[in-house]
């Protein structure tokens, strides 16, 4: 687990912890959210615990929660990383369902791709969404991305396939 924090506006992106599980569990439970995202619905807290237990011991990829520093809520996480087949860095985000249109994403993933730029040396940067999640692909054009192509999402249990749409951009 790393211990890097990142303060923007309004929010502070920092490490995630297990005592997160449960307002993790907020948005990760919520169908609208999860719609779009790799994996499936959680039900269950334990599954959550889980996931923030093996991210924790991910070395390569930086994961952290987006909390809100006007209330000090959690409402999402991101992450942010080398690609291991290319000279990329890779990142993702998901926000509360409530917490949509209003810039978060947007403010998340910039500071993401500014820390790993000035920080790690990071000058190639991509991402990808669901071709129906134009909002997400609207979060990567704000961040300097351009659509480069459409790809293949799949979730993790293979129970969903649907075309993607590839963003990348390159920062100086």
């Not at 211990?3 to 948005?27: G, H, Q, Y």
């Not at 996931?51 to 070395?59: D, K, V």
């Not at 403010?107 to 909002?135: D, T, V, W």
Request: glycine content about 8%.
């Amino acid at each position: 687990m790393h211990d890097i924090t990142i303060k923007t506006e309004r929010l502070l992106l920092r490490p995630l912890t297990v005592s997160d599980a449960n307002d993790v569990f907020e948005w990760v439970s919520d169908e609208r959210v999860t719609r779009y995202m790799v994996y499936t619905t959680y039900t269950e807290i334990e599954q959550v615990r889980k996931w923030l237990t093996f991210i924790s011991q991910e070395a390569s990829t930086y994961h952290f929660g987006f909390e809100r520093v006007s209330d000090g809520k959690l409402i999402g996480s991101g992450d942010i990383g080398p690609d291991q087949e290319s000279d990329r860095w890779v990142f993702g985000y998901n926000l509360r369902y409530d917490c949509w249109g209003m810039g978060y994403a947007t403010e998340a993933a910039e500071a993401m791709i500014n820390y790993a730029h000035k920080n790690f040396g990071a000058k190639r940067f991509a991402s990808s969404h669901c071709e129906p999640n134009l909002a997400s692909g609207n979060v990567m054009k704000k961040c300097g991305l351009h659509f480069v192509g459409y790809g293949e999402f799949r979730k993790l249990d293979g129970s969903c396939k649907m075309r993607s749409m590839e963003y990348e951009g390159y920062r100086d």
